[in-house]
């Protein structure tokens, strides 16, 4: 709770008034009086002499153009942006910066907000001015920033899709209408941001600017942080063959094509499609021409193709890599990533799960595996897919990346843009199934304050030094 401060509205003429002399720059309320430490709050500062003539300028940090509202604590002053268009002589409109958990007080042009310590000693004053000089402010003027007041981000789901995607995002939701009695006031949602980009509210329903818990980071593709990531879509390609001597104008049909993060690239039969022009909806490309390899599977659009055949119960995990779309139970879909959680009601039951990982830098990686109930992970170095190798497995249910040694694999070193071949394989009894696969990479430019994912490098630095006497040797000579 921030301090009581006493502004007086005296009825007399005396030399008090010295304090509401003309042009005087006076503060009589802020609100609200508690905000969260990430930013965001609204804070409306009401009072009188503020400024009002040079709101707008050419040079808009020209220290002469509107208002500068701080908050200063014990350790600390931290910036308020001030939104003039909101903000005249009687009332100043700022939304705070992070604030760290602390008290805060108000300064505006370099004036504190000065008010009268509330002790016992001036009980008596104070109830004397109530009754004589007709206190007409008992307002608090200061600001507390918690992590009580902070609205926070807990899931989201789901972690990716197309533009236009609904995300259900969840968490602890703050509000200036909560803990009020009128009806009429309803909650609300300001604004929301995805990307920079404001994302619409199908139920609005709050206000603040939020902390999310650093779980929900994941490193993109792009080698940045993110919490949900879009993609374009694919819906035709055509025509469907051409010349293995190349030059065929090649039209992909879809949807949110664009060159924003990086070039257009497009790849048939893994060599470069040359492009020839990008829209949101098409892009068209003249085919490479056709190199003899000995790749029998490419690496294609976003995803992985997750094939399961019911009913199966196969002794030896391993017998799964020789299945095939003939075998009775079988059924295909393309899923978004190697963390799934398969339907509740599905039991008795083998999938294979394969695509291409793509290293975003050269680096030393190792990967980890974890699911419900038995799983493996093969990985090809070649990128072939005829050479992938077991690397890592755990042959009991378990949630934890860490409960068995051979959940890890060995460190291996990888190349940036090159794409290397992955399967994986899951057995599931009953229950619910699951299956994680993780990898680890040696240099990051994150660290764990900035996504749980992080580890942060300790070093040890030691320090000898010798000490040895100074020798020095003097010459003296006389003259004769």
């Known amino acids: 709770m921030g301090h009581k401060c006493w502004h007086l509205h005296l009825s007399l003429i005396i030399s008090i008034l010295l304090w509401n002399s003309a042009g005087a720059q006076q503060i009589k309320s802020i609100t609200p009086n508690s905000g969260g430490i990430n930013g965001g709050t609204r804070l409306t500062i009401n009072g009188e002499g503020f400024a009002e003539v040079s709101q707008f300028g050419v040079n808009v940090d020209d220290p002469i153009n509107g208002n500068n509202v701080t908050l200063v604590s014990r350790t600390r002053s931290i910036p308020c942006d001030v939104e003039n268009d909101s903000s005249h002589s009687k009332q100043i409109v700022c939304y705070t910066r992070a604030l760290p958990e602390d008290h805060y007080d108000v300064s505006v042009n370099g004036t504190p907000v000065t008010c009268l310590p509330y002790q016992s000693t001036y009980k008596t004053i104070y109830s004397y001015l109530l009754k004589t000089w007709k206190l007409k402010y008992m307002l608090y003027t200061s600001l507390q920033s918690g992590y009580g007041s902070t609205p926070t981000i807990q899931s989201l789901s789901p972690h990716s899709g197309l533009p236009g995607t609904v995300v259900t995002i969840r968490g602890n939701i703050y509000t200036d209408v909560y803990g009020s009695n009128a009806e009429s006031q309803k909650p609300r949602f300001v604004r929301a941001y995805m990307g920079g980009m404001s994302c619409e509210l199908l139920k609005p329903n709050s206000e603040e600017k939020s902390l999310p ?255 040895l006497p100074e020798k020095q040797v003097r010459e003296h000579t006389e003259a004769l």
């Open 213 to 467: 818990d650093l779980e929900l980071f994941n490193v993109s593709s792009l080698n940045k942080l993110a919490m949900f990531q879009t993609y374009a879509e694919v819906t035709g390609v055509s025509p469907s063959e051409g010349s293995v001597l190349g030059g065929t104008s090649l039209t992909i049909q879809g949807r949110y094509f664009d060159k924003t993060n990086l070039p257009a690239v497009v790849l048939v039969g893994g060599q470069e499609c040359q492009i020839q022009n990008v829209s949101d909806e098409k892009i068209v490309c003249l085919t490479p021409g056709y190199e003899r390899t000995n790749m029998t599977v490419f690496p294609g659009s976003r995803g992985l193709r997750m094939e399961m055949w019911n009913n199966s119960d196969p002794i030896d995990l391993e017998d799964v890599l020789d299945y095939n779309a003939s075998m009775s139970g079988y059924s295909v879909q393309w899923v978004d990533s190697l963390s799934y959680v398969f339907p509740a009601e599905m039991n008795n039951f083998v999938a294979r799960l394969s695509g291409f990982f793509v290293p975003m830098e050269t680096d030393n990686y190792y990967f980890l595996i974890k699911g419900d109930y038995r799983c493996m992970l093969y990985f090809s170095l070649t990128g072939l897919s005829q050479d992938k190798v077991r690397i890592a497995y755990h042959d009991n249910s378990t949630y934890s990346f860490y409960d068995y040694t051979s959940q890890k694999s060995e460190i291996m070193r990888l190349k940036k843009g090159k794409p290397y071949y992955i399967e994986v394989l899951v057995q599931e009894y009953y229950d619910e199934a699951s299956v994680d696969v993780g990898f680890f990479k040696e240099i990051s430019t994150f660290t764990y304050n900035q996504t749980k994912e992080a580890i942060n490098e300790k070093q040890q630095i030691n320090a000898s030094y010798d000490v």
